[in-house]
C-alpha cells in the first residue's frame, strides 16, 4: 500500500457535479477506437484509472471484455454503477473507490491494459503522486500488458486558453428544460506546473431561476520528456509518445499526449 495513504483525505471535487460532468462527458468518445483496437491486441482484462461515471467501461465491457473501474469519488462511481447496469453489464465489471496510487490492489487484474484516460493523471497535483500511480499502473498489470496515459500537451496555447478569465467553457439543455452554463476561471502556477481550477455550474430553470453549483480543484501539467522520465522510474521498459487517438506524431501542434507503455520487454 502507498504512503499516500496517510494523506488527509480532500473534499471530493466531484460529489456535487457528477451528473453535470456527464452532461459535457456523455457523448464524448473520440478516444474509444484506440482503446478497443489496442484491446484486440493485448487482450483484457481492463483497469481505468479514475473511471469516472463509466463513460469507457460501459462500452468496453459491451465489446467482451470484464472492466474494472478505479475512482476516488464514490457519487461518481455510483453513477457508474447505474450506468452499467442499464447497459446490462453490470455483471462484467468491478468498481473500486480508491487513488490512483492504490491501483495494484485494484481487484480483477492482472490487467492487460491500464488506461489513464482523459487527462486522469493530471488529478494527481504532485510529481511524486504521478510516479507512484504510474508504477501502481505497472505492477497492476500482466508481464505483456500495457498502459495508456492520455494528457494535455501543455503548448503554450493550450495554457494560454486554459488561464483565460471567467471563460465559458459550454452549455447544455438538459431534459427538463433547463440550461446548464459551465464556467471556468483558472490560475497557471508555472513553477509547479500545476493549474488552480474553479468551476461553475449555473442550472437557468426554465422560469429563469439560477442555481449555481461550484467546485475546485488543481490539475497538474507534465510535458512529454517529464512523462517519459516519470515511465522510466515507475519501471516501464519501452515507450512511445502520440500527438492524437489516431496514433499520429507527436509535434509541437498536438493538443494531446498519448503515451502506450510496456512493463516488461517480453515482445
Known amino acids: 500500500m502507498s504512503d499516500f495513504t496517510d494523506r488527509p483525505t480532500a473534499p471530493d471535487p466531484y460529489a456535487a457535479i457528477a451528473d453535470l460532468y456527464d ?6 468518445d473520440e478516444d474509444l477506437e484506440l482503446y478497443l483496437g489496442l484491446l484486440d ?26 472492466v474494472t473501474g478505479l475512482d ?6 455510483k453513477r457508474a454503477r447505474m450506468r452499467l447496469r442499464d447497459a446490462g453489464v453490470l455483471d462484467q465489471a468491478t468498481l473500486f473507490e480508491g487513488r490512483m496510487e492504490e491501483a495494484a490492489s485494484a481487484p480483477g487484474g492482472p490487467f492487460g491494459l491500464v488506461a489513464f484516460s482523459l487527462n486522469a493523471l493530471m488529478h494527481l497535483d504532485r510529481p511524486e503522486a504521478q510516479r507512484a500511480a504510474l508504477a501502481a499502473a505497472r505492477k497492476s498489470m500482466r ?25 465559458l467553457e459550454g452549455s447544455w439543455e438538459t431534459d427538463d428544460g433547463a440550461v446548464v452554463d459551465k464556467w471556468s476561471h483558472r490560475d497557471l502556477l508555472s513553477v509547479d506546473q500545476t493549474i488552480d481550477t474553479l468551476l ?21 501539467y507534465v510535458t512529454p520528456n517529464e512523462l517519459e522520465l516519470m515511465l522510466e522510474l515507475a519501471g516501464f521498459t519501452r515507450w512511445h509518445l502520440y500527438g492524437g487517438y489516431d496514433l499520429s506524431p507527436l509535434s509541437d501542434d498536438s493538443d494531446r499526449i498519448i503515451a502506450i507503455a510496456e512493463g516488461e520487454a517480453t515482445r
Not at 23 to 28: G, I, N, S, Y
Not at 51 to 65: I, K, N, T
Not at 200 to 220: E, M
Open 23 to 28: 452532461l459535457e462527458h456523455d457523448e464524448f
Open 41 to 66: 491486441n493485448v487482450g483484457g482484462p481492463f483497469l481505468e484509472m479514475g473511471a469516472g461515471s463509466g463513460r469507457l467501461l460501459v462500452p468496453v465491457a459491451e465489446a467482451g471484455y470484464a
Open 72 to 77: 476516488a469519488s464514490p457519487p461518481m462511481l
Open 143 to 167: 508481464p505483456d500488458g500495457i498502459t495508456v496515459i492520455d494528457t494535455m500537451n501543455p503548448t503554450h496555447e493550450q495554457l494560454a486558453h486554459l488561464i483565460s478569465r471567467n471563460h
Open 200 to 220: 461553475y455550474y449555473d442550472r437557468i430553470a426554465p422560469d429563469g431561476t439560477i442555481n449555481r453549483t461550484r467546485s475546485s480543484f488543481i490539475l497538474r
